[in-house]
């Protein structure tokens, strides 16, 4: 494991590094990671993870985007064109040290936003591992934006807001404050108009999507389902998998899920 900075046209980028174990860079594995406080609280996962996968013989490498973690930059200056560019950034330094192939491991709304590079870069990215993908950006943005509603319910000082006026507020221009987190609308407006099932994902190898559930008796969410069968449809190769573990990127206390690595491990294992 080796952190760095890596050169990113938009300031250095914070990343940590997992060189594939005795065996030359053939293969690599880019992490685009979840968003805010998800990221934070999924940063133990992410890091078994990456051991295991280079355990294997890949290449890691995880980045802390633009204006998160200890890169350059405010996450109020953060937009979604520079996250785009901070993985075409991360990809071509690591096509640098020789890999002849990449995944992107996308978790939460890393999936979608690994989703929507690999419709804008052909034939750059081998295949997407998809740890509980983001599928609607306009659902993502309305949650996130409860938080702020849901505090101003339970503190009488503060104005009460609905989530549609915040919005509107965004798509606006105007920068809003949620859970700590200074929200751009350049950041917010082109998530809005985002799905993953209008994006063209034709040239992907294989899409392995995962979805993790608090007991057997769960069913895979109907949005996945009707995901995968879209892509099944489209004659693009994917899989969905059901795991049970817990939710680590919303947990109170930092967590874990051993089979999604076991599961995970294992599918990379066989792409190799």
């Given at each position: ?15 940590v590094y997992w060189s594939p174990a005795n065996q030359p860079i053939n293969h690599a594995i880019l992490h685009v990671p979840a968003f805010a406080e ?32 200890d890169s350059r930059g405010d996450f109020g200056e953060a937009s979604w064109a520079i996250w785009l560019q901070n993985i075409a950034d991360a990809v ?181």
């Open positions: 494991m080796r952190p760095f900075f890596l050169d990113s046209r938009t300031g250095p980028l914070f990343a998800e990221m934070n609280k999924s940063r133990r996962m992410v890091a078994l993870q990456a051991r295991a996968m280079a355990e294997q013989g890949y290449a890691v490498l995880v980045p802390d985007l633009f204006g998160t973690g071509a330094w690591l096509r640098e040290q020789g890999a002849l192939t990449i995944t992107l491991w996308g978790l939460r709304l890393g999936g979608l936003l690994a989703m929507d590079f690999v419709s804008r870069h052909e034939d750059s990215i081998d295949r997407l591992m998809l740890w509980q993908p983001v599928l609607n950006g306009d659902t993502f943005v309305t949650q996130f934006l409860r938080l702020r509603v849901a505090a101003a319910m339970m503190d009488n000082n503060m104005p009460k807001e609905k989530t549609s006026d915040l919005k509107r507020q965004l798509v606006d221009g105007q920068a809003i404050e949620v859970a700590g987190y200074l929200l751009s609308p350049d950041l917010i407006k082109p998530l809005i108009a985002l799905r993953a099932d209008r994006l063209p994902l034709y040239n992907i190898k294989e899409i392995a999507l995962y979805e993790l559930v608090a007991n057997e008796d769960t069913q895979i969410s109907m949005g996945n389902s009707q995901f995968f069968n879209l892509l099944q449809e489209k004659r693009i190769e994917v899989s969905l998998t059901k795991i049970i573990g817990d939710s680590f990127w919303a947990s109170q206390e930092i967590s874990e899920a051993p089979d999604l690595i076991k599961i995970s491990s294992e599918r990379v294992r066989q792409w190799l």
